[in-house]
């Protein structure tokens, strides 16, 4: 019963803070207080469309794809030129390496604009190949995370990615074969998709296992309302009611040749995680339909790709909306991410705003803490087992809305969304 409070609530806030009004003029926070944040890039295109993902993302073509990538340069300088500084680089999609040579380029032009410190991409299984891996590791990058999703073919088929991005088997040697190339080596995998049985969850629980990768990210299958319909008429409904349960197993089977660096990914040692968040409390969006959150704004950049490239070719930042956050917003958003990697200390609070703000949170924090979810210990916050999954449930719901809002971008745009 607590878990279906959580997400309700959950659901409720996120939905209203993610609200943008259309009469509100889009603006980019300013730069210039020389604090590094973290340079998120998206790359939007994808050799097939997976029925399930929400993002902001359309089939490869290669002359808009390269037209895309020289707007993205062009873009992350005009931040420099906007006074905005940067520590590390998060490239997601779509597949950022469809066109290898293109991402190691716009790589190089982020690391010559501003001090970056670590580099994390995004792939898919097909592209663990020489020919791309080489330049990922000459252009610096740290991190390499896979999208596996399952190893079982049945589930892959119903996923829409076996053909795509080839077998389990394949995609396990392909996995076994990188190793040991980057820092961290990180296996993407989702849970609780319609089709996934506790049997299939388990054989892919032992095949990570057997492979050993650096770290694994176990995500909760999270969709747009709109997406969920569609999957419900082709492959089946979202039943959340297994969803605890599957998460229990994965945590008791992967603890502790691995631990918990935040409530969904497990890792062998420190390093870059998936949730940038955790670790990046403002992170600046490039790319189009990328969302950002800065000072206390949230903001994102228009989901037309051509748009957006006319856009940065005219010098100008392709934003489609932003919203100010309320203290309160802020608050509660910086308690939620940085929880979200099991621990905060309330003395990130003092030096962010200056003031104490936490007896603004002071009903959320009773809550959980009733609820055995938070517990307060030397001067810091952190979750209990039974919260771990009360966190899974609201960045669930967290990012629910966000691919809400993308769909709803897209749908404004003439776009498709995911499944349609």
Not at 90 to 119: H, K, M, N, Q, S
Not at 235 to 258: C, K, Q, W
Not at 395 to 400: A, G, I, P, V, Y
Request: proline letters at 5%.
């Amino acid at each position: 019963m607590i878990p279906e409070i959580i997400a309700a609530e959950s659901r409720r806030n996120f939905s209203r803070s993610i609200r943008f009004r259309e009469e509100d003029a889009p603006v980019l926070p300013p730069g210039g207080d020389g604090r590094p944040r973290l340079l998120y890039l998206h790359i939007p295109f994808c050799e097939s469309l997976c029925p399930y993902c929400s993002f902001n993302r359309v089939l490869f073509r290669e002359p808009l794809c390269r037209s895309y990538f020289a707007a993205l340069r062009k873009e992350i300088r005009l931040y420099g030129e906007h006074g905005h500084t940067f520590s590390g680089v998060y490239v997601g999609g779509g597949t950022p390496t469809v066109l290898v040579d293109e991402l190691a380029e716009t790589l190089a032009t982020a690391r010559d604009c501003f001090p970056i410190r670590e580099i994390s991409v995004e792939t898919n299984p097909n592209h663990l190949v020489p020919e791309i891996l080489r330049p990922l590791k000459d252009a610096g990058v740290n991190r390499l995370s896979v999208g596996i999703q399952s190893f079982d073919d049945g589930l892959l088929r119903a996923m829409g990615r076996f053909d795509a991005y080839g077998s389990g088997g394949e995609t396990a040697r392909r996995l076994e074969g990188v190793k040991g190339v980057f820092d961290t080596l990180n296996a993407d995998m989702i849970f609780n998709f319609p089709a996934q049985s506790p049997e299939i969850l388990e054989r892919d629980l032992d095949r990570l296992l057997r492979i050993g990768p650096d770290q694994v990210t176990y995500y909760p299958l999270m969709v747009s309302d709109m997406t969920r319909k569609d999957m419900a008429r082709t492959v089946g409904n979202v039943d959340f009611r297994r969803e605890r349960d599957y998460y229990r197993r994965i945590v008791n089977t992967l603890i502790p040749e691995f631990r918990s660096s935040s409530a969904w990914c497990f890792s062998r040692k420190k390093g870059m995680i998936d949730e940038y968040i955790v670790d990046y409390d403002e992170y600046a969006g490039l790319g189009s339909g990328s969302i950002g959150y800065m000072k206390g704004r949230c903001y994102a950049n228009t989901f037309d790709i051509p748009r957006y490239v006319r856009q940065v070719e005219a010098g100008e930042f392709p934003l489609m909306a932003s919203r100010a956050f309320s203290l309160r917003d802020r608050v509660r958003y910086d308690f939620v991410m940085k929880l979200f990697g099991l621990k905060v200390d309330t003395a990130f609070f003092r030096e962010k705003y200056g003031r104490p703000v936490l007896p603004i949170l002071l009903r959320d924090i009773a809550a959980f803490s009733l609820a055995g979810g938070i517990r307060y210990r030397r001067g810091a916050f952190e979750l209990t087992k039974r919260g771990a999954y009360y966190w899974v449930v609201i960045m669930r719901e967290f990012f629910t809305a966000v691919n809400n809002f993308r769909s709803y971008c897209l749908d404004a745009a003439g776009r498709p969304a995911a499944g349609r």
